[in-house]
């Protein structure tokens, strides 16, 4: 069936999808299965969406300067848009996208690792269910969306500050005993200056481990981005001047899923083939996967990260045409 406009809206808004799946045979949706990735999911159905809707309306003809006016008009009644924005430049906006693929488009979503205990209590307030963030997991999805290669920095595509350039406090977050000293010795150990160790009031059970930085310069999201990258687990960036002394340009807060990534392995030589004599070349093995000694679990209570690209599952709608739909 072709959707109209209100029951577009409801696929794209849906947060509790029921289906009725194969060998059901009642029509009641109370005995229906229910889809049970909520936003994740919604975020694969709204890509969908809007992927068709691109396909269809670039069908119309988009490089015609007068279907391009139609269809600015068409929408522009039911958009609250900036009041610098004007029907001239959504037209010019029309013609430079008009030739973007919209199938080799990057549609990624950003991994999140979804909490196993519910209930979530930070500082004293009950929140339900709720997601933590997943390092290297989203740095390399902004960065695949972006363009950028690994270890760029994220903020202006330039290189990152080397860590003897960067100095860090630690403080402990989570109670566990030693833990800043650790993660200290696990920064040093990939060349960070540590200015300071100290501990910082636990906010719950299970907390985001933060890099926080002073001020919105590009040397100060650069230095604050290099130490995050060092991580790996449920950590963000923050930006909060109270909590970076002078001297330093970033303050670490533990966590309580975090690892602190190991060294790179140190080059060696390659073994000569046949034995023979002379100039040899030399292999980089690769960075170990497993945890520096700053490391903490939170013992099972999150999920793996999702993924960054989900297809399409058998239960959500899509396009009903031979062809994809577009254009029907």
């Known amino acids: 069936m072709a959707l109209n406009g209100t029951q577009a809206l409801q696929v794209v808004r849906a947060r509790h999808l029921q289906y009725r799946a194969a060998g059901v045979t009642t029509r009641d949706p109370g005995y229906w299965p229910q889809e049970n990735e909520s936003d994740l999911a919604r975020i694969r159905r709204d890509h969908e969406f809007l992927r068709v809707l691109a396909s269809a309306v670039k069908q119309k003809g988009l490089s015609?300067?007068?279907?391009?006016?139609?269809?600015?008009?068409?929408?522009?009644?039911?958009?609250?848009?900036?009041?610098?924005?004007?029907?001239?430049?959504?037209i010019g906006?029309?013609?430079g996208f008009h030739n973007v693929d919209v199938n080799r488009a990057p549609q990624l979503t950003l991994p999140v690792q979804v909490d196993q205990f519910g209930g979530y209590i930070y500082k004293g307030g009950a929140y339900g269910d709720i997601e933590f963030p997943s390092e290297p997991q989203d740095h390399s999805a902004v960065d695949r969306f972006l363009g950028l290669r690994p270890g760029d920095d994220t903020y202006s595509g330039g290189a990152l500050p080397a860590p003897s350039?960067?100095?860090?406090?630690?403080?402990?977050?989570?109670?566990?005993?030693?833990?800043?000293?650790?993660?200290?010795?696990?920064?040093q150990a990939l060349g960070f200056h540590v200015g300071g160790i100290g501990d910082s009031p636990p906010v719950g059970r299970e907390a985001e481990t933060v890099v926080y930085y002073s001020a919105k310069t590009p040397s100060a999201l650069a230095a604050a981005q290099a130490v995050a990258n060092s991580f790996s687990g449920a950590v963000i960036m923050a930006r909060d001047p109270s909590q970076v002394k002078p001297g330093s340009q970033v303050t670490v807060v533990t966590?309580?899923?975090?690892?602190?990534?190991p060294p790179a392995a140190p080059a060696v030589p390659a073994t000569p083939v046949g034995g023979t004599?002379?100039?040899s070349s030399t292999t980089t093995t690769s960075t170990p996967t497993s945890a520096g000694t700053g490391s903490s679990s939170s013992n099972g209570a999150f999920a793996p990260p999702t993924a960054t690209v989900t297809?399409?599952?058998?239960?959500?709608?899509?396009?009903?045409?031979?062809?994809?739909?577009?254009?029907?």
């Open 64 to 90: 015609d300067p007068i279907t391009d006016q139609q269809l600015v008009s068409g929408v522009v009644g039911q958009l609250t848009v900036d009041s610098g924005l004007s029907a001239t430049d959504m």
């Open 165 to 187: 350039k960067v100095t860090v406090d630690v403080l402990n977050g989570s109670g566990v005993t030693n833990q800043a000293t650790d993660t200290a010795q696990s920064l």
């Open 255 to 261: 966590g309580t899923d975090f690892s602190v990534n």
């Open 311 to 328: 297809p399409l599952q058998p239960w959500d709608p899509r396009s009903c045409t031979p062809n994809g739909g577009e254009g029907a």
């Open 93 to 95: 906006l029309t013609l």
């Open 277 to 279: 004599t002379g100039t």
